[in-house]
């Protein structure tokens, strides 16, 4: 089995895998520093609306009770409706901030499997001496205004999934890489290294300004 078989039998059985390597990008880490943050401030949120039900439900004990002990049937409507509408309020929101917390939850254990799908992939790759790298179109790229099929690419190299801001695109030859496109890269190792550059661009080289000569003091 050729090499670029193979990558392509691995795309085959991990088909999701590149997509979830470009949605995951280079910043990964520091988004997953802010999901935690969200997620403690939720967790926070819930003892807060918690401890304020706590303490609604003991004040409609305390109105209800004497109501009830003199049969004042009547007129619980009237003196109780107040607390009982601040208590579906924040139930409604304490049911949302639960909600949120099971829905991060459901992505936690999503970006777990997703993991161990790129790991899987990653290490299918490198048994064969392939790889797979994430480059970005920075503004000095040459590929920029490109179609994909108008670039000279090495010949065991594949183009997977690029991210375009918030869309994954899965390309064709038709593609136009723009500034700022995340593209994933997988084939031989030694492809996927010459190919970088050429998606990447090399950074201009900056000049250093000369020095003004000191002047020499006038007599």
Do not use: C, H, W
């Amino acid at each position: 089995m050729d090499f670029l078989k193979k990558v392509q039998d691995s795309l085959d059985k991990f088909s999701k895998t590149s997509t979830e390597v470009a949605k995951e990008g280079l910043d990964k880490l520091s988004e997953k520093a802010g999901e935690l943050s969200k997620l403690g401030k939720t967790k926070i949120d819930i003892l807060r609306l918690q401890k304020k039900l706590d303490s609604l439900f003991e004040e409609l004990g305390k109105k209800a009770y004497p109501l009830i002990a003199e049969k004042k049937f009547d007129e619980m409507e009237a003196k109780l409706s107040d607390v009982l509408s601040q208590i579906d309020k924040l139930k409604e929101e304490l049911a949302q901030k639960e909600l949120e917390i099971e829905l991060s939850r459901q992505e936690e254990e999503k970006t777990s499997i997703d993991s161990s799908r790129i790991k899987e992939l990653r290490k299918d790759l490198e048994s064969g001496g392939g790889a797979i790298e994430q480059v970005i179109v920075y503004d000095y790229s040459p590929v920029i205004g490109k179609k994909l099929k108008n670039v000279d690419l090495p010949k065991e190299v594949l183009v997977g999934t690029i991210l375009r801001e918030e869309t994954v695109v899965i390309p064709d030859g038709s593609y136009t890489f723009q500034i700022g496109d995340k593209v994933t890269l997988l084939g031989k190792k030694e492809d996927v290294d010459k190919t970088i550059p050429l998606i990447t661009g090399t950074p201009p080289v900056v000049e250093a300004e000369p020095e003004e000569e000191a002047k020499e003091p006038e007599e």
